[in-house]
């Protein structure tokens, strides 16, 4: 069965420093990978994925994410964090014909 | 464009008291989802479905029901609430298939069980 390990259940940066969150996954087969964002009480919504292709995935809003194969993690990075980035983060991940499996979660806070 | 709409979206219920959770799409998706949210849980799945008439078990199916009867609306049942089905309740959509669609997310329904 596929799981997904977020890394830090909360990560604070500093306004225009580097978000880099954890995202490791296990699957015995290629796994599609997903990372969603939710703004305070608001539902989920698709920043990135990968299927197929390319292992760097632009998103929107300036995130993007990198599938490593060989270490089986795909971490979400931004350069330079803004106080709009202040949020909740999932990573998700599927294979085959199942639906996504979610992490925990990672929240991330921005300091001016 | 209304998306993913959930009703109620609070409501509070004494434990073995009964509801049902209301979740209409307006964008023809096949598969609909509903999912709990936790603190320091994630999201977890409850029951999904893959088209209409259809409805198959998730990661934590146990002391839910739920109904697919129109395409557009899929039903989340609590026959008899316990306090630890107090939970926000995310109902979402998608177009193609369980893995590699893009999820469309209600804005949630937040249930107290006392």
Known sequence: AQSVTQLGSHVSVSEGALVLLRCNYSSSVPPYLFWYVQYPNQGLQLLLKYTTGATLVKGINGFEAEFKKSETSFHLTKPSAHMSDAAEYFCAVSRGNTPLVFGKGTRLSVIA | ?114
């Open chain 2, 1 to 114: 464009n209304a998306g993913v709409t959930q009703t109620p979206k609070f409501r509070v219920l004494k434990t073995g008291q009964s509801m049902t959770l209301l979740c209409a799409q307006d964008m023809n998706h096949e598969y609909m989802y509903w999912y709990r949210q936790d603190p320091g849980m994630g999201l977890r799945l409850i029951h999904y479905s893959v088209g209409e008439g259809t409805t198959a078990k998730g990661e934590v199916p146990d002391g839910y029901n739920v109904s697919r009867l129109k395409k557009q609306n899929f039903l989340l049942g609590l026959e008899s609430a316990a306090p630890s089905q107090t939970s926000v309740y995310f109902c979402a959509s998608s177009r193609s298939a369980l893995n590699t669609g893009e999820l469309f997310f209600g804005e949630g329904s937040r249930l107290t069980v006392l």
